[in-house]
T-cell receptor, first 114, second 112 residues
Framework: EAQVTQNPRYLITVTGKKLTVTCSQN?????MSWYRQDPGLGLRQIYYSMNVEVTDKGDVPEGYKVSRKEKRNFPLILESPSPNQTSLYFC?????????????FGNGTRLTVT | GEDVEQSLFLSVREGDSSVINCTYTDSSSTYLYWYKQEPGAGLQLLTYIFSNMDMKQDQRLTVLLNKKDKHLSLRIADTQTGDSAIYFCAESYTGGGNNLTFGTGTQLKVEL
């Protein structure tokens, strides 16, 4: 089944404890992206990747890191999480970065930082 | 920067039509999208429209684009309880490829 898989689905952690949210897609997509969803703000892009070893900042990259060593994986790293990073995170991928290449979303990771 | 706005809530009765509205600011938007988010799930692409089109129809869905007013709407005919979800409009901005700017989302509640 074609899908974008994020893990974990739920995560509760404490301020300053490094964490990684994994994202994997099995569709051989070139483009991958991370979003965070907050009430009243919609989805905001954190980082994106056009292809392997190519990553760029989105609208809200502060406090996050990503890597794209393989085509299928695009982990999101929080080196020192803070409470304002409590949010619902989505990974998405698409065939390429052309306008009408539809984005496929994972089911989300709900992160709480205390 | 780009800004996409939607009303937060809409309530309709089953069988009625729903109209979800969206306004955007980037006049160079190339594609505009509607995504649906069901509880506990990610976003699913419903439909999209190219900026040189005024209307697109796909079964129960009708998308209207007023480029002059930068207004996008999604009409759902014969709304069903299964249509209850959050609906996001999104635009692709100049040079952004698949980097979309999303609206705040409209929570659609369908009542019996």
């Amino acid at each position: 089944e074609a899908q974008v898989t994020q893990n974990p689905r739920y995560l509760i952690t404490v301020t300053g404890k490094k964490l990684t949210v994994t994202c994997s897609q099995n569709m051989n997509h070139e483009y991958m992206s991370w979003y965070r969803q907050d009430p009243g703000l919609g989805l905001r892009q954190i980082y994106y990747s056009m292809n392997v070893e190519v990553t760029d900042k989105g609208d809200v990259p502060e406090g996050y890191k990503v890597s794209r060593k393989e085509k299928r994986n695009f982990p999101l790293i929080l080196e020192s999480p803070s409470p304002n990073q409590t949010s619902l995170y989505f990974c998405a991928s698409s065939w390429d970065s052309l306008y009408n290449s539809p984005l496929h979303f994972g089911n989300g990771t709900r992160l709480t930082v205390t | 920067g780009e800004d996409v706005e939607q009303s937060l809530f809409l309530s309709v009765r089953e069988g009625d039509s729903s109209v979800i509205n969206c306004t955007y600011t980037d006049s160079s938007s190339t594609y505009l999208y509607w995504y649906k988010q069901e509880p506990g799930a990610g976003l699913q692409l419903l439909t999209y429209i190219f900026s040189n089109m005024d209307m697109k129809q796909d079964q129960r869905l009708t998308v209207l684009l007023n480029k002059k007013d930068k207004h996008l709407s999604l009409r759902i005919a014969d709304t069903q309880t299964g249509d209850s979800a959050i609906y996001f409009c999104a635009e692709s901005y100049t040079g952004g490829g698949n980097n979309l700017t999303f609206g705040t989302g409209t929570q659609l509640k369908v009542e019996l």
